[in-house]
């Protein structure tokens, strides 16, 4: 994002992609630690927002595990991939995990 982007007063969302294999710890045999990446999706805005899931390893599936707006309307075996649309709901979070591939 450029300093615009920030400073706008019309933006209301922000997406937030932590990438779980970056930088990855070492465990006392000398495996990597790689973990989940998450996806965090906020609107500030007071309508639902549509988002685009971005492409961030090949076949890469996510799974919603929390969203702020519906929190009992979480379907678990729901899953999104890249370049899926979904919606966040009004003033709301929703958190995307996407499990690290075998």
Avoid at 32 to 58: H, I, K
Wanted: glycine fraction near 10%; aromatic fraction near 6%.
């Amino acid at each position: 994002m450029t300093v615009a982007d920030w400073t706008d007063p019309g933006a209301r969302s922000v997406a937030l992609y932590l990438d779980g294999t970056d930088a990855p710890g070492r465990a006392p045999d000398g495996d990597d630690l790689l973990d989940d990446d998450v996806l965090l999706l906020v609107n500030a805005w007071w309508e639902p927002l549509c988002f685009v899931v971005p492409a961030t390893r090949q076949g890469q599936e996510w799974v919603r595990e929390i969203d702020t707006f519906e929190p009992g309307a979480i379907v678990p075996a729901e899953k999104l991939g890249a370049a899926e649309p979904g919606t966040v709901g009004p003033r709301s979070i929703v958190v995307l995990r996407g499990p690290v591939a075998g």
